[in-house]
Nanobody, 127 residues
Framework: QVQLVESGGGLVQAGGSLKISCAAS????????MAWFRQAPGKEREFVACVIIRWSLGNTYSYADSVKGRFTISSDNAKNTVYLQMNSLKPEDTAVYYC?????????????????WGQGTQVTVSS
């Protein structure tokens, strides 16, 4: 089993920055995918970014068009932790942000591809 715990959400003004974290514990593998999704009230869960973590080959990153250039996903492989640095935040970025993990490696942008989820962390951007 894998457990994911997010932290670092909060309230920030438009144009500001915030960094959220997701720590994975339990059985992972030498190559797996971690992602960030978000869900605003009344909307479907949407892909934000993902990273394919490969201990021997290096990581691969992918972003949704809506956050490209503003958000950066990174990882500390030794700590099984991924981060999402969010800059130039907009009110429309307001959502619950969820961390997800799949034990295989690939650019997966749909929620049903991921078998493990965190509890979510609220990010609110005020105008």
């Amino acid at each position: 089993q894998v457990q994911l715990v997010e932290s670092g959400g909060g309230l920030v003004q438009a144009g500001g920055s915030l960094k959220i974290s997701c720590a994975a514990s339990g059985r992972t593998s030498s190559s797996y995918t971690m992602a960030w999704f978000r869900q605003a009230p009344g909307k479907e869960r949407e892909f934000v970014a993902c990273v394919i973590i490969r201990w021997s080959l290096g990581n691969t990153y992918s972003y949704a068009d809506s956050v490209k250039g503003r958000f950066t996903i990174s990882s500390d492989n030794a700590k099984n932790t991924v981060y999402l640095q969010m800059n130039s935040l907009k009110p429309e970025d307001t959502a619950v942000y969820y961390c997800a993990l799949d034990r295989t490696s690939g650019i997966f942008s749909t929620p049903d591809r991921y078998g493990y989820w965190g509890q979510g962390t609220q990010v609110t951007v005020s105008s």
